[in-house]
């Protein structure tokens, strides 16, 4: 990784090869703002390879160099993610078929087949020329492979390779029916070759069937990114590659893909000042966390909005201070890096309104430039960053496998499971509490966790559950939630009461689940001298699971309902630790309350003591120091109480935290008193 912080933006000089001095400007603008480093080439195919076989390498050579004369990188990309016209022209087949049948016209981005033999060989030409050119160029720091991969091809070439995939996984048809439960609905299959993908003309209620439709497209998919990285490789280029991923992005699983790139890096564009920016600054730190946990190491934030996107709902300028803040939570939750898109406004098409670093005016006389030539000297300040750490001593289990199959469920409700939400609310209440979470898959260890969030993990895979028992048994804290351990892998029902193989560990079985309409709610109630000294109420919607206590003791109770008096919360202790059981979706003071009172019983400590609501606190560390990311998210200013042994490296500091602003503090980590 970098020894500074990386500071650019996507940058797309094959708009104005017409225009040189406006390129010799761009320069100027980039090293005002203080930029080091511009991902280049995203959709230059055209000017690349204006006709097939026809290669034209010279201008980005000279950009390069000119780029690299004044101290600024170059992250080069392969421009697969959006093809020129005369590949469909020529090569019809590469275009992407509708689930009806339907071939695409050319246009988008990503309207290419995944699967197809040609795209697959011109990516491979095209990727082969660049690595040739630029594989061992000083200024092209790292690969950029296409841009936000995404998206599925009902072709017949992708319907054969999935049947071979299928193929491969269950060996015989016996073993896929069984696992597809196919009898329903007499459905069976007698080979392979009578599977066709979901479709909304066709099969679509065989749930194993969706579920490993998406797990196909998600392997075919990064199989195809493999082979971008491969022929770079096999022409020479061995700079660190990276692949842009998406906020939440349900289409492939990323757990699956980070093994195949070197450093992680995705696209952020939180709504900013719609509805609670508090909640946004949670959910958004939520998905840099998941992006830092796949691999456990520094990611980078590929693209992100210096002002008002143009593709969202409504166009909403960021208030002063909210990209400081925005930036500084990148770096806080281990990010190496702040990027924008774009450098220049595009002057036409789809994102000419979008904010970028040059806008249409085209001066250093904005308010907007000035606010991102500050970004670029804090992250000059916090250079030692690089690199840098995050000890997470608590996990949020959060699987795009198990929400597949959860959404596609039919059933407990069919319009609104809020898993994104149930989670951010687990999330939300760790952070409030002061502590750095990981977000991880079902494959990850759970062994380094003091405690570990659970919720709606409606699908066991990968053994969660043997992974589950041992980490209480080991004394860890489980915080489990309802509607879990209902499926396994090819989303068939246990049997013999759930969840599933931990109904032991929890101390109690689920009986039943209610959905409740969207206007009706429920209450849980603490009961007397629980353990946790718990004395409100709070409300409770959407799903309410009623379970049978088999050695677990009630905290709180429902209050009403005919269930009311059955179990809301509970706990069980097993082995050396502690399990806890949320038995309905609760508002989300409750996780707040809930989560501090488990910590404090189990005494974790947090980054700081009392974070004021609206604050939230981060750290990175080497083996000597740690670094304290205090950022305020509200509009007004509160009190912070910070540790006195330290440096402040950022920010503004006199026992009050102005609105939206951030510190960042270094301190010894043996408590010694920073020397400067």
Not at 186 to 215: C, I, M, Q
């Amino acid at each position: 990784m970098s020894k500074k912080l990386i500071y650019g933006g996507d940058y797309y000089p094959e708009q104005w090869l017409d225009k040189p001095e406006v390129l010799e400007k761009d320069i100027e603008f980039l090293k005002a703002a203080k930029m080091n480093l511009v991902s280049l080439g995203v959709f230059a195919w055209s000017e690349l390879e204006p006709r097939e076989g026809e290669y034209h390498l010279e201008w980005m050579e000279n950009i390069i160099n000119r780029l690299y004369e004044n101290g600024i990188s170059v992250m080069l990309a392969t421009p697969s993610g959006a093809k020129p016209r005369w590949i469909a022209a020529k090569y019809p087949e590469v275009l992407r078929v509708t689930d009806k049948g339907e071939r695409n016209l050319f246009g988008e981005r990503h309207n290419h087949c995944y699967t197809s033999p040609v795209y697959r060989e011109k990516v491979r030409i095209m990727n082969t020329r660049l690595a040739e050119r630029f594989g061992k160029h000083p200024a092209v720091v790292m690969w950029h492979i296409s841009n936000e991969y995404g998206g599925e091809c009902y072709c017949e070439l992708c319907q054969q390779a999935f049947r071979e995939w299928l193929e491969r996984k269950y060996g015989t048809i016996e073993k896929l029916n069984q696992a597809w439960w196919t009898r329903f609905w007499n459905h069976t299959y007698t080979s392979f070759e009578e599977v066709e993908a979901p479709s909304s003309l066709g099969e679509k209620s065989v749930h194993g069937l969706n579920l490993d439709w998406k797990r196909f497209v998600s392997d075919q998919t990064i199989d195809f990114m493999k082979q971008e990285i491969q022929a770079l490789r096999d022409a020479g280029a061995m700079q660190p590659c990276t692949a842009n991923m998406m906020y939440d992005f349900q289409g492939i699983n990323y757990g699956k893909m980070q093994e195949f790139v070197d450093v992680i890096s995705w696209d952020t564009y939180p709504l900013w000042h719609k509805t609670d920016d508090i909640l946004v600054a949670f959910d958004n730190g939520m998905q840099h966390d998941y992006m830092r946990s796949l691999k456990q190491k520094p990611f980078l934030i590929m693209e992100s909005c210096p002002t008002a996107t143009n593709w969202q709902g409504v166009s909403k300028l960021k208030k002063p201070g909210t990209l400081m803040n925005a930036s500084l939570q990148t770096i806080a939750h281990g990010g190496d890096s702040v990027q924008y898109f774009q450098v220049r406004q595009s002057r036409g098409s789809f994102e000419k309104f979008h904010g970028a670093v040059i806008d249409h005016y085209g001066g250093m006389d904005t308010r907007v430039f000035r606010e991102i030539s500050q970004v670029g000297e804090e992250l000059e300040k916090l250079a030692e960053l690089a690199g840098t750490g995050v000890e997470a001593p608590a996990a949020l289990l959060y699987d795009v496998e198990n929400r597949w199959a959860m959404e596609d469920a039919q059933g407990p409700r069919n319009k609104g499971l809020f898993y994104h939400e149930a989670a951010v609310k687990s999330y939300q209440a760790m952070k409030q509490y002061g502590m750095n979470v990981d977000v991880i898959d079902m494959d990850k260890s759970l062994d380094s966790y003091r405690v570990v969030a659970a919720p709606m993990l409606y699908m066991f895979r990968s053994g969660i559950e043997e992974k589950l028992r041992a980490y209480v048994e080991n004394g860890g804290i489980l915080i489990m939630t309802y509607w879990s351990g209902i499926v396994d892998e090819t989303d068939l029902c246990h049997l013999g009461g759930t969840p599933h193989a931990l109904t032991d560990v929890l101390g109690l079985r689920s009986e039943e689940i209610d959905g409740l309409y969207d206007w009706e709610t429920n209450t849980a109630v603490p009961v007397q001298e629980n353990a946790l000294h718990i004395t409100k109420s709070y409300t409770c919607s959407h799903l309410c699971e009623l379970v049978r206590p088999m050695g677990a003791e009630t905290l709180m109770e429902y209050g009403e309902d005919f269930y009311a008096g059955k179990p809301a919360l509970t706990v069980h202790d097993h082995g050396k630790g502690k399990a806890y059981y949320v038995c309905a979706d609760m508002e989300a003071e409750f996780y707040t309350d809930i989560y501090k009172s488990i910590f404090l019983k189990a005494g974790i400590q947090p980054l700081l003591s009392d974070i004021p609501e609206g604050v939230e606190v981060c750290s990175r560390c080497t083996e000597e120091y740690e670094y304290i990311f205090v950022q305020n998210y509200s509009e007004q200013p509160v009190k912070v109480s910070i540790p006195e042994n330290g440096e402040l490296l950022s920010g503004q500091y006199d026992g009050r935290l102005a609105g939206r602003s951030s510190i960042v503090l270094k301190k010894r980590k043996d408590g010694g008193v920073y020397e400067v």
